[in-house]
């Protein structure tokens, strides 16, 4: 895993307490916003009513036309992060199984070099051997 810079952490909580405070004020603003626009729309003239109902609709649409693809790249996002971590995990279980196979394979490899080493001596011992023979039959 790769190290947190040391700033990270405290940069992080610092930029949450901010989210914090402003969902804090977000919420408040909303309910005086919903308060003052009820309020609003009991006093509003009945010739006004209508055009400035269409108009607040639109904005509305605006909002959420604006919002919508946002919504779905946060989304996306999210969807990427959580694919890049399931492959991190597999490749991590990848490498380890990898890692065990080389260190049988090696464990292998020793004891057959154990095994065989002396038998290739030997072999090459009872070639020179018989090549001696070979050369003092032919003198």
Known sequence: ????????????ELLQSLQHI???IMEAATDEAQ??????AHVTPDFLAAPLGELAERVAGLTETLTGPL????AEQQRLA????DWSEQHRKMSEQIASWAEEH?????????????????????????RVFVRELRQ
């Open 106 to 130: 090696r464990r292998l490899t020793e004891q057959m070099q154990r095994l065989v080493k002396p038998l290739i001596e030997q072999t090459e011992s009872v070639a020179k051997t018989s």
């Open 82 to 85: 959580d694919l890049m971590a």
């Open 71 to 74: 919504h779905k790249l946060l």
């Open 22 to 24: 402003v969902a804090l």
């Open 35 to 40: 308060a003052a626009a009820t309020a609003g």
């Open 1 to 12: 895993m790769p190290e947190e810079h040391p700033t990270a952490r405290p940069v992080s």
